[in-house]
């Protein structure tokens, strides 16, 4: 295919994440490598910005701007929660069309890629030249085709030392310690809790992702026995945890509590609500009077300072390569990560149409019979993807002997 | 006075912090550069490890350990929360008799240093010889006659990068964000959300303390002035606010929703009933759609790894320094951090009777006349105690001019 010459466009959707402007600044810094394109533009809010025509002339940033901005969590363009329809797209197309841009890449989650799907169908049906690039984003990992999401591996981190800490913390003071993570419908997120534990007895001693039904009663028996085990208990649960009706279990545990937004969805983050009713359900039931919950929320995905270094990479070679495919390949489609080995991944292009849209869950492979916790399968998945993690050590002495006994 | 020849004891009270454990390896490494400590023992969970006779030898604790132990997070001989009477101390003194133990270290907060305080005079009353210094620590900075305590640093700093995190996610996904932390009667870990600003766009935008009578009218007046302004909104807000009464605000807008503990204090921690009030609060009343609350929880003192240089130095300093106090000089008392330049730091002794069982506020100089924000005098006594801070930097690039005006 002859080589395309014009404008490249680039454009944040969907949550922020620690690496998102990784991706970006590899976009930015890869277009510079083809003559071909001859200006780099970034829309500011996503889509919002290109059918609002609200362009910055990223080309103008310096070698060391890009630096910092790749180092700087949350999209630096600002992102949007709209979601185009066709008309939105048609007007999203008319203005690539005055600036002549003739390279697309968004950077994103499903609904993003699914937009790049009918931007780049629309274009080829009125006969405009136009390479669409998805490029993945997600703390949630649920994008299928690929191994795993850029994004996933620090927000891991963060959950994996939040939960290191809180279970050093109630080891210290014990008692029962909620602490609940992000993802609506895929549990990978909510299992890096696990990621942390270094000890037999280290928590979190249970861990509760969507993919399973909820079921408030097995719960309440499961802390009972890890309590009477321990005399503590770590426990991380998804905020999308669902009982056997398919609804949300916090709309279960006390109806009309949870507001829903513009979709229609229930609103999960932002509210402390899943985590308090869990808590009182523990004092109520297991008569444990000591019942901790966190919800620990956007810290998730835009905590100054929790990147994994493998992420890091990820994401700032998903976004050149997303660059490669198009100027280089003049080819459309999402960018994958392919494990090639452990642990080394390789890069590759799939068509829009295989994941727009679609969620990948966790396997059942990585989920324990009891549906209480996570298996050694996802430990290997997983642990790569999180990077280093800060030591930590119990004191190794030996107990006194008692002089009085009392 | 004479060199008391005897063995030691160490122990750790009240919520953990980021580097209790620095002042434990403080504690321990110093006391065998004493050839009169025969022995370096560790009680575990506090005072009630005393009463049970529960101690650990720490001198067998290798180099290594305690280098590694001393970089973990929340209290390595575990807590507690009991509050000694004068029945208590007398248990916990005969135990120390029956040991020898001649020496006592106990690392903690107002509570820790009352109990110091106690047993060192039953001692006296009785007759026995025994050396009992403080340790200071705590994230809530509330000890009076010390410029800081040991353990703010890195809380402030994890508040900091919190905040610094919710900002940039804030301005890439406009609306109200609030982040509730702790701190039940002393406002400066609240007023560290300030210290990671760089732009004068940047949130917090608000910032409420609870030195000052919080007035939910008065709140959303102001969030509805910085939301007319910035588009968006970001506060922190501390969980101990509260009315021209007195009582937690919490029980004044939905009486009922919180628990009491044993000492009958109203239970602000674990639960994000704060947070979900005062987004409602907003939403009803300042009619705006997207506000999301987060509660920082237990992340903000047990987080694995986020701890400030400074702060890890001076803690591990402050439990050496109390080993020099009660051996070298046969002192009793309680570590004080004097600040003596910018930023440089000395150490002194202070009569336990001084301190014990008092609370420190925020000065009225580092709050604003409104009331809601901080001054530049807290920047100036704050910015020095969380230690470097992650880089970050919005995109340097001009706008684009549009071709289509719509």
Not at 72 to 89: I, Q, V, W
Not at 140 to 150: A, K, S, Y
Not at 182 to 192: D, K, N, P, S, V
Request: proline share 5%; glycine share 10%.
């Amino acid at each position: 295919m002859a080589t395309l010459q014009g404008k490249a466009l680039v454009a944040q959707g969907g949550g922020p994440t620690a690496v998102i402007n990784q991706s970006l600044v590899g976009v930015v810094a890869e277009t510079a490598r083809f003559p071909a394109i001859t200006h780099i533009y970034g829309a500011r809010h996503g889509v919002r910005g290109i059918v609002n025509e609200d362009f910055l002339d990223l080309g103008q940033m310096t070698a060391h701007n890009l630096d910092l901005v790749a180092r700087t969590p949350s999209s630096a363009l600002g992102s949007t929660r709209d979601k185009p329809d066709a008309e939105y797209c048609k007007t999203m197309l008319a203005v690539m069309q005055a600036h002549d841009i003739r390279y697309f890449f968004y950077i994103g989650g499903n609904d993003s890629s699914d937009t790049c799907r009918i931007v780049s169908e629309h274009a080829r049906s009125i006969g405009y030249d136009l390479r669409a690039v998805h490029v993945p984003k997600t703390i949630d990992n649920d994008l299928v085709e690929t191994d795993h999401c850029p994004g996933f591996g620090s927000a891991g981190k963060f959950v994996a030392q939040a939960f290191a800490g809180a279970n050093l913390d109630n080891r210290s003071l014990p008692g029962v310690y909620i602490g609940v993570i992000m993802g609506r419908h895929a549990g990978f997120l909510t299992a890096t809790a696990a990621l942390a534990r270094q000890y037999t007895d280290d928590g979190p001693h249970l861990v509760y992702v969507p993919e399973r039904v909820f079921d408030p009663e097995r719960f309440v028996a499961d802390v009972q026995a890890v309590y009477a085990r321990h005399g503590r208990c770590v426990i991380a649960v998804s905020e999308g945890i669902g009982g056997k009706d398919g609804k949300p279990i916090v709309t279960t545990l006390k109806p009309g509590s949870v507001e829903k937004d513009a979709h229609g969805n229930v609103q999960l983050s932002g509210t402390g609500a899943l985590g308090d009713l869990l808590a009182d359900l523990i004092k109520e039931k297991a008569k444990i009077k000591r019942v901790r919950s966190d919800t620990l929320g956007y810290l998730q995905r835009s905590f100054l300072g929790c990147v994994s270094e493998s992420d890091a990479i990820e994401a700032r070679e998903v976004g050149g390569k997303a660059v490669q495919y198009a100027a280089g390949h003049q080819a459309c489609g999402s960018v994958a990560i392919r494990r090639v080995g452990e642990y080394v991944v390789e890069y590759d292009l799939v068509p829009l149409e295989a994941i727009a849209a679609k969620t990948k869950h966790m396997p059942d492979a990585f989920i324990n019979a009891e549906g209480n916790n996570v298996t050694d399968a996802f430990w290997k998945y997983a642990r790569p993807l999180i990077g280093t993690l800060p030591p930590s050590a119990r004191i190794g002495a030996p107990p006194v002997a008692k002089l009085k006994t009392k």
